[in-house]
């Protein structure tokens, strides 16, 4: 484990493995730095893969107040650490982070994007409007299994028996931890869960070498949402993963990430 320190002073612990190009992995909701670790292995042997605990998260710190652009922050810090500038690869709501930090014109080549999980259409219901709040006073009142009840089912749409049965799993705990974070995710994703289109001009200045991912086997609303964010970036083209859902096979997506860092 190694250790950058943030711009507000945050340590930000990630690892560092493999020779070659650097690559940042921006995790997405609930997803600390070993979850990348699959993926990270199978791109070692063509790049330096660092992957780094979230604020908040693992080992990380977790400076008050939060704010988006700390976490902006993190991943600049990130770049900075690996000789900059770098590939970055964002998941889920990584993706939609990893989007936000090429927008501040952080030093990045080439971004990829796996389903950042905007709702644009009524493919699906929207968030409902006090979504954060209720995660905020969940986390904070010692309920942290509720927020992340509450996450997976008003998010993702896990259906409500299959979380229940996952709180006797011994993964939980660990997610427990990281319960807080949620609402950071939610402050991420910046009210583009609401069903309506993105904004057109918001992105524009994101100008580097763009690759939005979306699986095959995922439902309408995330196919439908990589589909519309193709079309507002300036500089962006779409790959679907033939029969991948949203937890892509990282033997899988790792060959298509080394194609596009590499073309």
């Not at 070659?20 to 609930?30: F, I, N, W």
């Not at 990270?40 to 605990?53: E, K, M």
């Not at 086997?217 to 500089?235: D, F, H, K, M």
């Amino acid at each position: 484990m190694n250790i950058v320190t943030s711009h507000d002073g945050t340590p930000i612990a990630f690892d560092r493995s493999g020779e070659g190009p650097p690559v940042v992995m921006v995790g997405g909701a609930l997803a600390d730095r070993t979850a990348v670790v699959p993926l990270a292995s199978i791109l070692a042997p063509r790049f330096t893969v660092f992957a780094y605990d979230r604020r908040g998260r693992g080992d990380s710190g977790d400076t008050a107040p939060y704010a988006v652009e700390r976490e902006i922050d993190d991943i600049e810090a990130l770049i900075a650490e690996a000789g900059g500038p770098a590939f970055v690869f964002g998941h889920s709501s990584g993706a939609a982070l990893a989007l936000e930090a090429a927008a501040h014109g952080l030093a990045i080549d080439k971004l990829a994007l796996y389903e950042p999980p905007f709702i644009v259409d009524d493919t699906r219901p929207p968030l409902p409007d006090d979504y954060i709040e209720r995660l905020e006073d969940m986390a904070s009142t010692g309920r942290g299994g509720d927020a992340i009840a509450f996450f997976m089912t008003t998010g993702p749409g896990v259906p409500a028996e299959a979380v229940a049965s996952m709180r006797a799993e011994p993964f939980w705990p660990a997610m427990e931890a990281m319960a807080r974070t949620l609402a950071y995710d939610g402050a991420v994703m910046d009210g583009n869960m609401s069903g309506t289109a993105l904004p057109p001009d918001r992105w524009a200045s994101v100008t580097m070498p763009t690759l939005v991912m979306d699986g095959g086997a995922s439902p309408a609303w995330a196919r439908n949402a990589v589909g519309a964010l193709v079309e507002v970036l300036p500089n962006a083209q779409r790959r679907t993963l033939a029969d991948q859902d949203h937890g892509a096979d990282p033997g899988i997506l790792a060959p298509v990430l080394q194609e596009f860092f590499t073309a």
